[in-house]
Structures are given as C-alpha cells and as structure tokens.
C-alpha cells in the first residue's frame, strides 16, 4: 500500500539530559533555531544552524538543576528519485534487515 508514496525526508532526533537551567531563554512551542561556531557536514547537508527544543517549561521531565532537550537533523540524505530509497535499503543490507 505505501510503496508508491514518495519518500518523506528523513529525521533523526537525538534527546538529551543537560545540566543547566535555560531560564534566560524564552519559552517556545517550536523549538529554536541556533548557529553553530563551524558548518558541519551532517550526511548529504552541510548545516550551519541546528533545531533545538527545549522543554525547561516542564520540570518533571529532568532532575532538579538539569533539563531536557531534544536536537532535530533534518534532510540526512538525498531526496531526488528514488536516490533516498537506494541509499535506504543499502543500510538495511548493511545493518542486515530485511530489504523492500
């Protein structure tokens, strides 16, 4: 059913535990957009920003004096025709599961 729908770009989503309060940093609902001190290679994507989410606005998701935080990478790898696909099930074979 959904092999003919196109190939959604990827992410990744990578949480963390922080020891520091971001009690100077406005609270959001989208996240933040951040500049990094040197453009990265990150997959296909060079990135010179990164999104960031932080949730200092719920203080039962970490302990006393810590929060939470989640980094999103968006677009890891190519998205023309079928290339995401290939590129796909090559880590499949590479991590040895099944291949569609």
């Given at each position: 059913?959904?092999?003919?729908?196109?190939?959604?770009?990827?992410?990744?989503?990578?949480?963390?535990?922080?020891?520091?309060?971001?009690?100077?940093?406005?609270l959001?609902?989208?996240?933040?957009?951040?500049?990094?001190?040197?453009?990265?290679?990150?997959?296909?994507?060079?990135?010179?920003?990164?999104?960031?989410?932080?949730?200092?606005?719920?203080?039962?998701?970490?302990?006393?004096g810590?929060?939470?935080?989640?980094?999103?990478?968006?677009?890891?790898?190519?998205?023309?025709?079928?290339s995401?696909?290939?590129?796909?099930?090559?880590?499949?074979?590479?991590?040895?599961?099944?291949?569609?």
């Amino acid at each position: 059913m959904y092999d003919k729908w196109p190939l959604f770009p990827s992410l990744i989503f990578i949480g963390l535990g922080v020891r520091r309060q971001f009690n100077d940093i406005p609270l959001s609902v989208s996240g933040f957009s951040f500049p990094i001190n040197e453009p990265v290679q990150i997959g296909n994507k060079m990135r010179d920003r990164i999104s960031v989410h932080l949730y200092h606005h719920d203080k039962s998701m970490a302990p006393e004096g810590a929060q939470h935080s989640l980094l999103c990478l968006k677009q890891i790898m190519s998205t023309g025709k079928n290339s995401g696909k290939t590129k796909w099930n090559m880590n499949r074979k590479r991590m040895k599961l099944p291949v569609r």
